[in-house]
């Protein structure tokens, strides 16, 4: 069977800019372009040139090779010609492959919103799609408010559609622009504007506000429209658009679309699709969300013990597509829902080997299950789990010791009569028998015990050298006089490879103090020659 073309508009950097809380440098666009260059989507939708110095500057060059360069601004204003509208203008004269007008297409908002008549509305987008493609520009509509329009008066939105399509417009984008629209009455419009335009001529731009934008395309896919709009991680307007990194895979991984669709995007973007939604985040400086359908942390984690013992059996039992068809990976987590398997599949993963009945594992999972009921949380600290482990096994080797540990935080004057705040750590670690005792000073008082505590461990210093404290993130459990602090600390070396320990306590210093001890153990562990 001969497979349809399926077109992939991305428009993050045009209404993932109308975020809350986004805002992009040129620099910022340069780069998330290049990546969706790389992605291979059809279309890349840069902003609206003349909005605001950055988009203006970033139409100023042609920015992909690849996809089209897809400028965004609304169509000219009623009372002027084309040519003596500057908006309209400067979108022509940018560097510009394709134009991508919004008009309204709901009959109440051309009236109360643009104050104009409904014929009026109509001429602007005819003269706006035809001036456009005599300039030698690809026309697009984004048919703003569509669906809702559809619902108040039919037969005008569908005059819109035509319009535009009479007029030279490429394609005309049924938008769901408050998002409120649901999948089967999507179906149902988008069928009824087939009957006076064709799906090749038609898309979908749908806003996630009941959570339903990828529902909502997909199901105007279904219904016949061939282009489909979207932004890297669903970012956009509000609650965001329709997220092209759930669609993608979908498209391409699902049979019920994947034997009828083809797409532009190649199979090694399908393969590097977290790695594409992780560097995305990162540009936003914000953290990736871990349930995140197909690229989250958690989309193939397993924690509950009866799912983990079917998973190890016959992988499909818990994954709807593997892993690393879009670039994630398994994993099978410690906790209080954990079973024997978990435990294996964790033990595993650092190097130790047992067997099911080996009464040790037995114990094992008592004492995490007993340690998560007091606080303790291994599925996000796994080498504190390794320590654990080797405890329990009795594997675990004395490496050091601590005797004492104390901190001190002191506000005082300095000599020229200024306040400050001094912090000093002091640790008596004991190593094969000698002890050792450091001081530093640090901002505050869980830095400074970090410098102290890895200034001098003997015979093991150079081991540690390159250990490094990444990130430090505190969780009270309990509110009130009886509440238990959960530290979780990150670290890395210099083999690139990071790692999270954790501490419990009741004293926020002491459960840090656990947390930075059992960084340090999983370093020397990892560098035990065995
Ligand atoms: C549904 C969507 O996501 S559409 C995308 C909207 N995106 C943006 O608005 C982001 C960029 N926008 C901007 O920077 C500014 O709004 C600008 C530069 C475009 C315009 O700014 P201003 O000239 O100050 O106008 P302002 O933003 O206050 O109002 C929009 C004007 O455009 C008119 N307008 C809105 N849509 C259209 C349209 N499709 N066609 C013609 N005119 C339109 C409105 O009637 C209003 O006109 P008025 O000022 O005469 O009342
Ligand atoms: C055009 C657009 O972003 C919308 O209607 O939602």
């Not at 203006?56 to 042609?62: G, L």
């Not at 506000?411 to 306040?419: L, P, S």
């Not at 190593?431 to 400074?448: D, H, K, R, T, Y």
């Not at 600390?489 to 002491?510: H, K, L, P, Y």
Request: charge should be negative.
């Amino acid at each position: 069977m001969t497979k349809e073309r399926l077109y992939i508009f991305d428009t993050t950097l045009r209404d993932g800019a109308q975020t809350a809380g986004i805002e992009f440098s040129l620099e910022d666009k340069i780069a998330i372009c290049g990546l969706l260059e790389e992605l291979g989507v059809d279309y890349i939708e840069g902003g609206y040139p003349g909005a605001n110095p950055v988009d203006t500057e970033f139409f100023d060059t042609r920015r992909t090779t690849r996809a089209r360069f897809t400028a965004f601004g609304m169509t000219k204003r009623a009372g002027r010609s084309a040519a003596n509208d500057p908006g309209l203008q400067g979108l022509i004269n940018s560097q510009a492959d394709s134009v991508c007008f919004v008009a309204k297409a709901w009959d109440h908002q051309v009236t109360v919103a643009l104050e104009i008549s409904l014929e009026d509305n109509l001429a602007n987008l005819r003269d706006s799609v035809a001036t456009t493609v005599a300039a030698n520009k690809e026309a697009l509509v984004d048919c703003e408010h569509f669906f809702d329009g559809f619902k108040a008066n039919p037969d005008y939105a569908l005059q819109c559609v035509k319009t535009a399509l009479d007029a030279g417009a490429r394609w005309v984008v049924l938008c769901d622009t408050n998002g409120g629209t649901m999948p089967a009455e999507v179906a149902l419009i988008v069928s009824s504007v087939l009957a006076i335009a064709p799906g090749t001529h038609l898309g979908i731009h749908a806003h996630d506000d009941t959570g339903q934008a990828v529902a909502n395309t997909l199901a105007a896919v279904d219904a016949g429209v061939r282009q489909i709009q979207g932004t890297l991680n669903g970012i956009g307007e509000r609650c965001g658009n329709a997220n092209l990194i759930t669609l993608i895979p979908t498209l391409l991984l699902k049979p019920v679309f994947a034997d009828r669709f083809e797409t532009a995007i190649p199979s090694a973007s399908l393969a590097r699709l977290t790695q594409v939604s992780r560097a995305f985040d990162d540009r936003l400086n914000r953290a990736p969300f871990r349930q995140a359908p197909y690229v989250g942390a958690s989309a193939f984690a397993t924690k509950a013990g009866i799912h983990a013992s079917a998973l190890l059996k016959d992988f499909s039992s818990y994954e709807h597509v593997p892993p690393e068809s879009v670039g994630n990976e398994r994993s099978i987590m410690v906790s209080q829902q954990a079973g024997k398997s978990n435990l294996l599949t964790a033990l595993a993963r650092h190097g130790i080997a047992l067997a099911k009945d080996d009464p040790r594992l037995e114990k094992l999972l008592a004492t995490v299950k007993d340690r998560e009921s007091r606080g303790y949380s291994y599925d996000g600290a796994d080498a504190s789990f390794a320590i654990l482990a080797h405890e329990v096994l009795g594997t675990l080797p004395n490496f050091f010791a601590v005797d004492t540990y104390r901190a001190s935080v002191e506000r005082r004057h300095n000599a020229q009569g200024e306040e400050i705040t001094v912090t000093e750590a002091v640790v008596k670690i004991r190593v094969e028998g000698e002890v050792l005792m450091s001081v530093a000073e640090g901002n505050g008082p869980v830095n400074a015990l970090d410098l102290a505590l890895r200034k001098d461990l003997g015979k093991y210093s150079s081991r540690i050298e390159d250990l490094e404290l990444v990130d430090f993130k505190v969780r009270i459990l309990d509110g009130g006089t009886g509440a238990v602090t959960r530290v979780l600390v990150e670290s890395r070396d210099g083999t690139g490879e990071r790692w999270f320990t954790i501490g419990v306590s009741a004293n926020i210093i002491d459960a840090s103090f656990e947390a930075l001890y059992e960084s340090i153990t999983y370093k020397l562990l990892k560098t035990e020659t065995p």
